[in-house]
């Protein structure tokens, strides 16, 4: 157990559609990364926030958006959902940048149908 | 930009060694990691280099070549649960980018 939390575990759901998935970083860490795993595509780095300020972001769709609450809970949007957007989202948490080490959390299985 | 490249797939029996490589390229190099995933988990910290060497972590080692951009992970003493994905990763050193390579799917057979 990484002490990262992610709801939900399985989301099912529409082309179109809009979906909200929520992370809890391990206590004591400022940083939540937001990354998509998906068959052909491997595992892409999406965004980063650290203390509530976005930091870094990497292959993320217009479509997606994320956000981190003075509780350091995060959450990522997923909006105008399309079949290719059906992924594993995992959600990683450290106390600072890219150089430390990034602790997962269990995941959150997209299907869009 | 960042290129990761590792095998797609490797298979070592039970008891041995195998060596997975990872060959990087970055605009800018702030170190290497390497992560476990088991089918259908999140992946899990393995070893991080960021000088020129071998780090060596119990059963699993880590090597690091930043004039060749080369990297490997030693796997030693194979047992069935180390079948998994190995990924290699890479920090950019303006902390703006992470990049993880395609992995390498490792099959232990008995």
């Known amino acids: 157990d990484s002490g990262v939390t992610q709801t939900p575990k399985h989301l099912i759901t529409a082309t179109g559609q809009r979906v909200t998935l929520r992370c809890s970083p391990r206590?004591?860490?400022?940083?939540v990364y937001w990354y998509q795993q998906s068959l052909d595509q491997g595992l892409q780095f999406l965004i980063q926030?650290?203390?509530?300020?976005?930091?870094a972001k990497g292959n993320i769709l217009e479509r997606f958006s994320a956000q981190q609450f003075p509780d350091l809970h995060s959450e990522l949007n997923l909006s105008s959902l399309e079949l290719g957007d059906s992924a594993l989202y995992f959600c990683?948490?450290?106390?600072?940048?890219?150089?430390?080490?990034?602790?997962f959390g269990p995941g959150t299985r997209l299907l869009v149908l | 930009g960042q290129n990761i490249d590792q095998p797609t797939e490797m298979t070592a029996t039970e008891g041995a060694i195998v060596q997975i490589n990872c060959t990087y390229q970055?605009?800018?190099?702030?170190?290497l990691f390497w992560y476990q995933q088991h089918a259908g988990e999140a992946p899990t910290f393995l070893s991080y280099?960021?000088?020129?060497g071998l780090e060596e972590k119990g059963r699993f080692s880590s090597f690091l070549s930043r004039s060749k951009g080369y990297s490997y992970l030693l796997l030693k003493e194979l047992q069935m649960k180390d079948s998994a994905s190995y990924l290699c990763?890479?920090?950019?050193?303006?902390?703006?980018?992470?990049?993880f390579g395609p992995g390498t799917r490792l099959s232990v057979l008995p």
């Open positions: 990683a948490s450290n106390q600072g940048g890219f150089q430390e080490t990034q602790y």
């Open positions: 970055t605009s800018g190099f702030n170190g």
């Open positions: 990763a890479a920090a950019d050193n303006y902390g703006q980018n992470f990049v």
């Open positions: 926030y650290y203390n509530g300020e976005e930091r």
């Open positions: 206590s004591g860490d400022l940083s």
């Open positions: 280099n960021v000088l020129d």
